[in-house]
């Protein structure tokens, strides 16, 4: 009778002393789930620079295979970039490979 006592208040002494141990972990869980998201946030908008970046270098390298003229579009296609110019009434399209 008295191991079961003692068992029983070990139990509940040790439930009481982790209670406030997890809710600070949980708070802490939060507050770095938050950081994850900003984190991931902020890659994606580095990549998307980057890929408006490499966009443009694909275009300006379009335009000076064709000795000039107007970029029509910019598309991805595989590691690199598709890129139609017009120049003298003709459209040419260039595949850009990605750096």
Same mark, same amino acid.
């Given at each position: 009778?008295?191991?079961?006592?003692?068992?029983?208040s070990a139990v509940l002494s040790a439930g009481l002393l982790s209670g406030p141990a997890d809710a600070r972990a949980r708070d802490r869980g939060d507050h770095s789930e938050e950081e994850y998201r900003d984190? !991931?946030?902020e890659e994606r908008l580095d990549d998307r620079r980057e890929r408006r970046e490499s966009a443009s270098d694909?275009? %300006? !390298?379009?335009q000076m295979r064709n000795g000039g003229g107007r970029v029509l579009?910019?598309?991805?296609?595989?590691a690199g %970039? !598709?890129?139609k110019?017009?120049?003298?009434?003709?459209?040419?399209?260039?595949?850009?490979?990605?750096n």
């Open positions: 009778m008295l191991r079961a006592v003692l068992l029983l984190n !991931r946030r694909a275009a %300006h !390298r379009a579009s910019v598309e991805p296609f595989g %970039h !598709r890129v110019v017009l120049k003298d009434g003709v459209v040419r399209v260039y595949i850009i490979e990605g």
